[in-house]
T-cell receptor, first 115, second 114 residues
Framework: DTGVSQDPRHKITKRGQNVTFRCDPI?????LYWYRQTLGQGPEFLTY????????KSRLLSDRFSAERPKGSFSTLEIQRTEQGDSAMYLC?????????????FGPGTRLLVL | DAKTTQPPSMDCAEGRAANLPCNHS???????VYWYRQIHSQGPQYIIH???NNETNEMASLIITEDRKSSTLILPHATLRDTAVYYC???????????????FGQGTILTVHP
């Protein structure tokens, strides 16, 4: 068990470019979450998957954002036409189980800087 | 999910116990109390969670009051590496499709000094 991994760890892009982040959850975890964290704030929920189904999306997830989890394993988060306000840490977490048995484990995050 | 209130910052001497309080006066019967911490520039790290009984693991102890309106996270022997932002989160344990997400507040910045 190597934990949740995210790639890349850092990304610098120019405004208007598209970026894609990848998250590899802990093996056999059926739930996968994406959060965004801006400087000085706690993480904010973006979306989550149960297996390959995307069950909830936050209002923070504008139409420039899209997330996928093909085959219920790794997930990708794409941001199209990036804006400076997209600069943040993007965190992925995975979990399994239900109710009080569910604990989310976070990856190290991808730090995005939009110039 | 119920809202939580934590002090913005706390200090603790190395080797002493760190007691981090959290108020969650609107907590519902099916909501758990979770604690995470985040060391600078890293992803949040799970610490402990509980429903109504006190809990202890290798990292910390969680004391929940009988009325469940507040809780305290205890780090028994704080070290410099425990310096981090500590988040207290209340989350429903079942129901609907959205119960899984965690709602983070501002947390408590714990500084452990020599």
């Amino acid at each position: 068990d190597t934990g949740v991994s995210q790639d890349p760890r850092h990304k610098i892009t120019k405004r208007g470019q598209n970026v894609t982040f990848r998250c590899d959850p802990i093996s056999e975890h059926n739930r996968l979450y994406w959060y965004r964290q801006t400087l000085g704030q706690g993480p904010e929920f973006l979306t989550y998957f149960q297996n390959e189904a995307q069950l909830e999306k936050s209002r923070l997830l504008s139409d420039r954002f899209s997330a996928e989890r093909p085959k219920g394993s790794f997930s990708t988060l794409e941001i199209q036409r990036t804006e400076q306000g997209d600069s943040a840490m993007y965190l992925c977490a995975s979990s399994q189980g239900w109710g009080g048995q569910e604990t989310q484990y976070f990856g190290p995050g991808t730090r995005l800087l939009v110039l | 999910d119920a809202k939580t209130t934590q002090p913005p910052s706390m200090d603790c001497a190395e080797g002493r116990a760190a007691n981090l309080p959290c108020n969650h006066s609107t907590i519902s019967g099916n909501e758990y109390v979770y604690w995470y911490r985040q060391i600078h520039s890293q992803g949040p790290q799970y610490i402990i969670h509980g429903l109504k009984n006190n809990e202890t693991n290798e990292m910390a102890s969680l004391i929940i009051t009988e009325d469940r309106k507040s809780s305290t996270l205890i780090l028994p022997h704080a070290t410099l590496r425990d310096t981090a932002v500590y988040y207290c989160i209340v989350r429903a344990n079942a129901g609907g499709t959205s119960y899984g997400k965690l709602t983070f507040g501002q947390g408590t910045i714990l500084t452990v000094h020599p």
